[in-house]
């Protein structure tokens, strides 16, 4: 019986000294220009990891760089155009063996890249035509997802590794909101855990897949979204259960009240979390890998913030203005914008 109590009492102050255990503190990040151009506006960024990123721009510009050999600047870089029309790209995915970049507008165009061929593998005709972001399930399944036409969502799967392209009906989605779409600030409007996928749109809604964009339900969340400027610019997922969303208006970007949501239960519900302090419009949010889902990193034209209680209160890191960012580990980061991509390194 003693030896009962005891073990029991070892075990009761070791599972109180972990729950007191804190989340680092990150106080500073150090800021490396990787490359620095003055015509490249990038929105979209990939790491291939372990060594590589990739990068695709506005003015149908494609390029890599290599991490490890920060001299060489970027490489492989190709410039797309079709007939007389230069792609805006703001949506881009890495497989295993193929580069995908996808415009925005009429005629919406979807490359497959590798080192053998560059070929279009789906093309969109119309008016309102607009696509914003992509990501993969696996090398084979891949989704993008653009503003509603004919009322829902714009929605191409493809099954085959990017080889076909197709567009979900209407009768396969919930109805959209009048004017519904996503913002193509940062291609992070899709959040994929395993087969579990998340879409963030203009409305603050988010459509929830459980079996990679078979079947679709939609959940309303509080965030700001009476204008055409508010609704969810960004959504991350640590894990099946947790996510994070921000937004706001980016003509007012100082405004911080109802632009940060949060997730504990898949996406069913949401409530506002650091209300009128922490960032105001971000256009990019991401979680810092292996970090129980406490820390995230939001990003936008007026700076990097970060949060170490999941969202709860933030830090202001730095004013340097970046659309979008993507983590290699949990200290280093690269982040894209108007003229560069960088190298930023969190430091405690």
Known sequence: MRIFSLLFFVCLISSQSRQEEKSRVI???????????SLLNIRALELNKPSNFTFA??????????????????????????????PNFRSLAVTSKNIFALS??????????????????????????????????N????IAIGDSMGGCLSIIITRDGGENWTKLTCNQLPTANEGEGAFAASDTNIAIVGNKTWVATTAGRVYYSKDRGRTWEV???PIVK???????????FYDEHNGFAIGGDY????????????TSDGGKNWRLVAQGQGPGYRSCVQYIPNGEGKELVAIGFKGIDYSNDSGNTWNHLSDEGFYTLRFLNDNIAYAAGNGRISKLTFRE
Request: hydrophobic fraction near 30%.
């Open 27 to 37: 106080t500073k990040v150090e800021i490396e220009t990787i490359l620095q151009d």
């Open 57 to 86: 721009a506005s003015n149908g510009l494609i390029g890599g760089s290599t991490i490890n050999k920060i001299e060489e600047k970027a490489d492989n870089t190709i410039k797309l155009k079709f007939d007389t029309i230069v």
């Open 104 to 137: 925005i507008a009429s005629p919406a165009l979807l490359y497959k890249i590798n080192k053998d061929t560059i070929q279009i593998v789906y093309k969109e005709y119309h008016e309102k035509v607009f696509y914003d972001s992509m990501e993969f399930w």
């Open 139 to 142: 090398d084979q399944e891949g």
């Open 219 to 221: 959940f309303d969340t």
């Open 226 to 236: 009476e204008k055409e400027t508010e609704g969810i610019y960004s959504i991350a």
């Open 251 to 262: 003509t007012k970007p100082d405004e911080n009240q109802s632009n940060k949501i949060r």
